[in-house]
């Protein structure tokens, strides 16, 4: 026999990521799934149609490595409308697959051996192993429970020279929280001289409540030379597994990102991007986003306030936070996977998302769901925490 061949594991700690992790378990235990991100609700047949469409007649070969002409545009087009900046479709628009990609990607072009790049906690899943793969180092500024506000003193501090990269996601996942115009502000004086590039995750761009605005780094003219900016269709049009998303950027950082774009995936899936670049042109679907979320956010919140979850303020994305503080004194992990068995709700753990495992007694739950979906957890919860009186 053989020896076995010898793998110098990249990550030896490394598990599955959590939302593999609790979706799995609920589909396991049948449990209603609130944990990962992704609606239990269609899309309009129109998109469907129209990708099909694209493929009959005959657009099945490759792109243009920085997406179709039609697609980018109609990102320009939405940037400069929202925005007020305006991007050049040839150089300053690539469309990715996913946003996953994207950050992966921009995090590859521009990030070297030996950098530091400045993540905020709690941090989205994929950045830091993004950044170790890379070899970079992430260093680990905090929004605090319960606001989850930055502290740009504390992020002034963490700065060096080696610092390559500053990576900021608003509105934010896991906590709901929003960066201001005045947080823009304060990053932008942080930067200001320094070769610092902005990596700005707003994949939930249009999902802002309460009348508020999303501060996008695009709106920020002085951040903007300085920043990839990342956005998804699958949180815009309910299409989570199509992983197509977008990055905006000027010329020279976009000239970086494609060079390691172009040999990491060239280019995506042409009938999906020409149908996107269609359903984009009625902005009434983008625009109406936040208020169709408001709706399901407050559905959601109505229904859990007959339970013991206390809820934290929910500004932006569909994810709402709550302590289970007067519930248990669990570890949130250990919690979820205990929800998930036994009372048959799947959350996700927000101390996955430390370095260092913090852990607030906080859970995570996605209402981006049908309201039977929302009515069926609330029920399960009910029972399971609710004395009868
Ligand atoms: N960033 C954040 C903050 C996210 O929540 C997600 C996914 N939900 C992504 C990036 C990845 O998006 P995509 O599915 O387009 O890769
Ligand atoms: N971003 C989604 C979430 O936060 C999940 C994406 C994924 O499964 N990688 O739940």
Redesign the pocket.
């Known amino acids: 026999m053989q020896t076995p061949i010898q793998i110098d594991s990249r990550f030896p700690q490394m598990g599955t990521t959590i ?1 593999t992790v609790m979706s799995r378990m609920a589909a396991e235990c049948g449990a209603v799934n609130l944990s990962q ?2 609606p239990d609700f269609q899309a309009e047949p129109v998109l469907f149609d129209a990708v099909h469409r694209h493929m009959r007649t005959g657009r099945n070969q490759y792109p243009p490595m920085a997406g179709v002409p039609e697609l980018r545009q109609a990102i320009v087009d939405k940037v400069a409308a929202l925005y007020g900046a305006h991007f050049d479709a040839e150089s300053e628009v690539t469309v ?8 992966f990607t921009a995090i590859a072009a521009f990030v070297r051996p030996g950098d530091e790049v400045i993540v905020f906690e709690p941090v ?1 899943d ?1 950045y830091v192993p993004a950044i170790e793969t890379v070899g970079g180092t992430a260093v680990f500024a905090q929004l605090k429970f319960p606001d989850y506000a930055p502290d740009w003193v504390q992020v002034a501090r963490l700065v060096t020279p080696k610092t390559r990269m500053i990576i900021i ?1 608003s509105p ?3 906590t709901g929280s929003l960066l201001t115009a005045v947080d823009l502000e304060k990053l932008a004086e942080l930067v200001r001289g320094t070769n610092i590039v902005v990596l700005s ?1 707003e ?2 761009e249009h999902i802002v409540f309460d009348g508020e605005r999303h501060a996008s780094v695009c709106g920020h003219a002085e951040l903007a030379e300085r920043s990839i900016v ?1 956005s ?4 815009t049009y309910h299409i ?1 597994g199509w ?3 977008y990055v905006v950027g000027p010329a020279a950082l976009m000239a970086e990102f494609r060079k390691v774009h172009q040999f990491n995936v060239f280019t995506v899936h042409t009938p999906s991007q020409l149908a996107l670049a269609e359903y984009m042109q009625d902005a009434t679907r983008h625009l109406g986003l936040a208020a169709f979320y408001e709706e399901k956010r407050d559905f959601f919140r109505k229904l859990m306030v007959e339970t013991p979850f206390e809820l934290l303020p929910c500004r932006g ?1 569909y994810f709402q936070l709550a302590s289970y503080r007067v519930i248990s004194d669990l570890p949130d992990r250990v919690f979820a996977e205990w929800m998930t068995r036994e009372v048959g709700v799947a959350v996700i753990p927000v101390s996955v998302f430390y370095a260092d495992g913090r852990d607030d007694r906080v859970v995570r739950f996605c209402f981006a769901k049908k309201e039977e979906t929302l009515i069926a957890a609330a029920a399960r919860l009910r029972k399971a925490f609710v004395k009868p009186s």
């Open positions: 939302f991100g992704f990715t697959a996913g946003a996953t990609q994207a950050i989205y994929s996601n934010h996942n896991p995750d994949v939930y990342v998804s269709f699958g949180k989570t992983k197509i998303g994305t």
